[in-house]
């Protein structure tokens, strides 16, 4: 937890930029009804029915230094995703970096074996190069400032999204607008706070 929260601390650097990583599903409905549309004096209606059109996977690179965040959306969730999201962070966000700085959770798929998995081992080795994770403890992914991230989006796209061309299209537009603004998270939490509020986290010294 403290590794994590130093991270948040230390300034920004260029050449060793702080990534938050993290995944979200959005699920594809489509309504089977035209809606009827609103008129004075009576609301807008629509039918409960719909049509599921699968799931696409939600991918964020947040900065929370820099206020920049890209998000890319795949139709599965595996070890290869995971690894191809690192790939797209080296090579194409943050080609002028030395290391990478990447805050991510403990899950399964979240592990250097998985570019082994996706990619020759000269390739792998490359990008894990670049990288260094700093885990989330284990059911204190909330540490993980992407996940305040996710809870903007959520309320900004329409709950019902039918395809993947609407979805790429409404979670573009979030993107641009908060780069633009260089939307930060005004992160409040430090090891210090966590000493006092976490101090039965904490193993006792004998004195």
């Known amino acids: 937890m403290e590794d994590v ?9 260029p050449k060793r930029p702080l990534i938050c990583f993290d995944e979200s599903l959005k699920q594809l409905i489509e309504e089977t009804r035209p ?3 609103a008129k004075p004096g009576r609301k807008a209606r629509y039918d409960y029915e719909y049509k599921r059109n699968g ?11 820099t206020g920049q965040r890209q998000v890319k959306i795949t139709q599965r969730r595996r070890r290869q995703e995971f690894a191809e999201c690192m790939r797209w962070l080296v090579d194409e966000l943050h080609p002028e970096a030395e290391l990478i700085r990447v805050v991510l959770d403990n899950l399964n798929t979240h592990k250097a ?8 081992p000269a390739e792998a080795l490359r990008i894990l190069r670049k990288l260094e994770f700093h885990y989330t403890p284990k059911h204190a992914s909330w540490l993980n400032m992407a996940e305040i991230e996710w809870s903007v989006y959520n309320r900004r796209l329409q709950k019902h999204i039918s ?23 005004n992160w409040q939490f430090r090891a210090n706070d966590a000493r006092i509020k976490l101090k039965q986290l904490y193993p006792s010294i004998p004195e």
């Open 163 to 185: 395809n993947e061309v609407v979805l790429t299209q409404e979670v573009e537009a979030v993107t641009k607008e908060r780069n633009q603004r260089k939307a930060v998270i």
């Open 55 to 65: 799931v696409r996977n939600l991918h964020i690179c947040f900065e929370p230094l």
């Open 5 to 13: 929260l130093d991270q948040y601390e230390q300034g920004q650097d």
């Open 35 to 37: 809606r009827i549309p």
């Open 113 to 120: 074996a998985a570019l082994y998995v996706t990619f020759p």
